[in-house]
């Protein structure tokens, strides 16, 4: 499961970022950041692509199946299985024509203990920005509007993070997520092979204060790293 995350990095960083990686040049969306403790129901930074251009915009973290849209109680996934995504009937369009990636910079898990849970972030080696595989969604609010929902697709936890949780978000590599992004790629096994565990050997993680524990917390104290003896 990934049920927090980052997106610590400047608003310049960012934007160079899109620039030089996605070939965004004229970036008119005005970025949040930093944020350091994102959460489901918030607005997050994805990527979507037509086929010849990127773009980015925010979409809100908690995806509603069409099925749902018409229920008082709406349901809001914030996770997918990515093992699971293909026998999901109300996801049958979403794989094929709207797949995103979401940006990051690190992501938050709790270790369970005998005496409570322990907050790690986990990032990749390079320390860097990152993408996550995700779907959205197009939910039309009863006012009329329309709001672009997403979920995050998660795998097995690879060799290292095991040892926190065992799951893990689709951490995908430059190459791998404008794959991901290509709507022209339909093909059924190429599109399984990008969902696998980020590889151990380019993941690090720290013990982070228990602030992140809130949501309502956004501050850097949340991806601090912390001694715990």
Not at 83 to 91: A, R, V
Not at 168 to 196: C, G, N, R, Y
């Amino acid at each position: 499961m990934c049920g927090r995350f980052s997106l610590a990095a400047d608003e310049f960083s960012v934007k160079v970022y899109l620039s030089s990686k996605y070939q965004i040049k004229e970036q008119h969306t005005f970025l949040e950041l930093p944020r350091y403790n994102i959460a489901p129901g918030q607005m997050v930074l994805s990527l979507i692509s037509d086929g010849s251009h990127y773009r980015h915009g925010y979409l809100k973290w908690g995806f509603i199946p069409k099925f749902d849209q018409n229920k008082s109680n709406l349901k809001r996934i914030i996770n997918f299985r990515s093992e699971s995504i293909w026998d999901k009937p109300y996801l049958v369009k979403p794989v094929r024509q709207q797949r995103c990636v979401v940006l990051a910079d690190g992501f938050y898990e709790w270790q369970k203990q005998q005496n409570g849970k322990i907050p790690y972030r986990i990032q990749t080696s390079a320390g860097g920005l990152f993408t996550m595989a995700g779907l959205w969604e197009t939910y039309l609010t009863d006012k009329g509007q329309k709001e672009y929902t997403v979920a995050l697709l998660t795998t097995s936890a690879n060799s290292k993070t095991k040892e926190i949780h065992e799951r893990m978000p689709v951490i995908l590599d430059d190459v791998d997520a404008k794959v991901w992004l290509d709507p022209k790629e339909q093909d059924h096994a190429q599109l399984e092979k990008l969902l696998k565990p980020y590889p151990a050997s380019k993941t690090r993680f720290y013990i982070v204060s228990d602030a992140v524990n809130s949501y309502q917390n956004d501050s850097s104290e949340c991806i601090a790293q912390i001694n715990r003896s």
